[in-house]
């Protein structure tokens, strides 16, 4: 399987970051390695003194699809779940300045948080789901899909033109505003409407 990120998917986010908007949806690549194993912690990684949360929505794949339109993109996903991209800030800054990739900064081991998945059918629409992230019982990011620059069917149309989409590939859809350093100890609980979706300490 494979994990296709959407940067910059949020106005208010592209903001905070003072990131230009985008034209087309900005996509990366997380290997399965990055995947955070199931009730382990995530680890801050010695190569950086800056790691961000960013909470995402998540869609996975059931279909192998490309060239999907996105008239039909909701055959090829049922499930709805709740991730954290976390991303090494400082590290990112540095390979942007150089106009180097980011793999370093978003795809290293536990960097890719997923946790439980519900049934589409749960949402009146996936373009108006609430989520949020709560980081030691306080409210760090809140927002909703129907913020998304792109929405979920628009980016199964526009990353199935790049990348074959195959049963099991997880879509990080982006993250709001609010992202912020996480430190040794913090306890991250992520949340669709009132669901806890997964909930991680940090090391
Ligand atoms: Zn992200």
């Known amino acids: 399987m494979k994990i296709i990120c959407v940067g910059r998917n949020y106005a208010d986010h592209i903001e905070e970051l003072k990131n ?9 690549l997380k290997p399965d390695t990055s995947i955070l194993l199931k009730k382990q912690p995530f680890f801050i990684p010695d190569f950086s003194e800056e790691v961000h949360h960013e909470v995402e929505v998540l869609v996975k794949i059931k279909k192998i699809g490309k060239h999907i339109d996105r008239k039909f993109a909701h055959k090829y996903y049922d499930e709805i779940g709740l ?4 991303t090494a ?11 180097l990739p980011w793999e370093k900064s978003k795809a290293f081991d536990g960097a890719a948080v997923i946790g439980n998945f519900l049934p589409k059918e ?11 992230l709560e980081k030691n019982g306080e409210i760090a990011q809140n927002a909703s899909t129907k913020l998304m620059l792109w929405k979920i069917d628009e980016l199964i149309e526009y990353i199935s033109k790049y ?3 195959k049963i099991g590939d997880v879509i ?16 991250l609980k992520g949340y669709i409407e009132d669901k806890q979706m997964f909930s991680i300490k940090v090391k």
């Open 20 to 28: 230009e908007k985008p034209t087309d949806p900005v996509l990366f």
């Open 83 to 86: 991730g954290i991209d976390f």
């Open 89 to 99: 800030r400082d590290l990112q800054a540095k390979l942007k300045e150089k106009g």
């Open 122 to 132: 749960t949402f009146k629409s996936v373009d108006d789901i609430n989520f949020s």
């Open 163 to 165: 990348f074959t989409l």
């Open 172 to 187: 990080f859809t982006g993250t709001p505003a609010g992202v912020a350093k996480v430190n040794s100890e913090d306890k």
